[in-house]
């Protein structure tokens, strides 16, 4: 079973999605999901001009060998660009086996581990009260985990709060420019929003908080230390990971569950913040960490040191992604939960898929293969749009990270 075609497909329904699409000389094609949010071209152009010519006439079923052979084929190894097109061609090559096989792809991961994959959502407002609101409406909904941020008085902005609603939670600008920052205000006020959540509505669901990379390792044990009778599921990216040994600081002060991985590509990104278990959950993500083969090796390595996943799932992540994740959080011992961010009605329709939400869970759905693919003539109508993720700013105006 050869592949006879590699094509990229880059549409913007709202935001930019780009795609790998393979077909076999059986005619049975595969999805990938190849989006860097911000910088979208670079993997296109890494898989069209460089790795598509290469797949032409190889193995589809050859997923391992495949990925060995870009990883190390391509000399310069790991970071963003090279491993989200390496996971574009993965994801791609699993939808084929599945569909070869007649099997949704989490059978050939070993099949169910648990009934219905647990997902958490995003909870934003200016206010607490606003904030309260949108858990109301979560919980009414059957989420059974929420996410919350709100704006923090004497900030223009705050990671997660957008006055901006078409951009709203996702980060996403026409722009780079810019926000300000204040850490001391921020660590003042946010153990309120956790105590006004926990006392209306009790401590029967999972609260997460993401901090976005903004504290240094004392700041961010000093908060975990603060808020540990709130119960939280997660404190999310309290720090920076480049530098794993600083979670050392962060654990050594606080028993609230640490959780980090988002912008990782690579299971040593993270080989030291597990096997040190340093962390409580690990966020890396298909697209971003090498397609399901490399994330599945993360995970298998988490497991042996009690860390569970915690998939990153914003909705600059396309569905091709979800559905993908979806496959790997049903089936393997240690899932944690999802992030699960919708997409936007238009987004749905490019990418139909067999994925539903139902009492707080997803189901990735029983099609073969991932259960989802491209609507190539609908994508054709929304073209790629330049944006950028946000740049953060200190009040005083130094660059900080968003
Ligand atoms: C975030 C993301 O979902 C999350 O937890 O931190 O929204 C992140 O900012 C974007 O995915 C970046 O592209
Ligand atoms: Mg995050």
Known sequence: MKIIDARVIITCPGRNFVTLKLTTDEGVTGVGDATLNGRELAVASYLTDHVC??????????????????????YWRRGPVTMTAIAAVDTALWDIKGKMAGLPVYQLLGGRSRDGVTVYGHANGETVPEVLDEVARFLDLGYRAVRVQVGIQGIGSIYGVS?????????YVPTAESSDWSTARYLHQIPALFEAVRERFGFDFALLHDAHHRLTPIEAARLGRRVEEYQLFWLEDLVPAELQEGFRIIRQHTTTPLAVGEVFNS????????????????RADVVHAGGITHLRRIFQLADLYHVRSGSHGANDLSPVCLAAALHLDISIPNFGIQEYMRHSAETDEVFPHAYSFADGYLHPGEVPGLGVDIDEELAARYPYQRAYLPINRLVDGTVHSW
């Open 163 to 171: 006055p901006d609603t078409a951009h709203r939670e996702s980060g």
């Open 53 to 74: 010519p290469l797949l032409l006439g190889r193995d589809a079923s050859r997923i391992e060998d495949t990925w060995q052979f870009l990883y190390k084929g391509g």
């Open 267 to 282: 299971i040593w990104d993270c080989q030291q913040l597990i096997t040190e278990q340093l962390i409580d959950f690990i």
